[in-house]
C-alpha cells in the first residue's frame, strides 16, 4: 500500500491498516531502514486480532 509523505514530512497509517493491526491514537511506532526498505515495527495489543504473544512485536514492510 502506497501513501504519500504531506507538506510536513509526515505519513498517514490508512485506516484500513490501522483497524487490522488494532493500532489506537497515541501508540509507538518506530521507523526501521534495513537494506534499500523501509519498515514500520509496532508493539502487538491484547486486543489486537489474531495476536498470540500479547507485549511482542511485528514489523509491517512498507512498500
Not at 487490522?20 to 497515541?26: H, M, R, S
Not at 526498505?37 to 498470540?52: D, I, K, Q, V, Y
Request: no cysteine; aromatic share 4%.
Amino acid at each position: 500500500m502506497k501513501v504519500k509523505l504531506n507538506r510536513d514530512n509526515r505519513v498517514t497509517v490508512p485506516q484500513s491498516v490501522r483497524n487490522q493491526l488494532g493500532l489506537k491514537p497515541g501508540d509507538q511506532v518506530e521507523f526501521v531502514v534495513r537494506g534499500d526498505g523501509l519498515f514500520l515495527t509496532f508493539p502487538r495489543h491484547a486486543e489486537a486480532p489474531n495476536n498470540s504473544h500479547s507485549g511482542s512485536s511485528d514489523t509491517a514492510p512498507l512498500e
